[in-house]
């Protein structure tokens, strides 16, 4: 069976696995830091690509591959409201104010150390 993975280029890959693991509740999988490590949760994997990692090179056309952008890793939650709450006490920084209800559910989108989107969300009933 194959495995699904996400890789997220990564500015400082110590620091993304702290927030990962103490914040998110991922483990570590492999660490081959500073340049690469992998962490898991509930069937998602992350790689998490640095400088020196083969995931972060730069493009045959000269490109320079770097953290950001909107495609993100989207976790579910039971209670948005705490979970939101208790990354604001950690520091996390958001990219929205408030948390946004739809007709699937409420959502709010924060950044990794490195500027990564993460979706936090609650399913509706």
Known sequence: MSRVSVRYIIDDVPAAMRFYTTLLGFTVERDASPAFAAVVRDG????????????????????QQVPGGWNRVHLEVTNIAEEVARLRGAGVSFRMEEIVTGPGGAQIILDDPSGNPVELFQPGH
């Open 44 to 63: 998602v994997r992350l790689l998490l690509s640095g400088d020196g990692s083969s995931g972060k090179r730069p493009l045959t056309d000269g490109r």
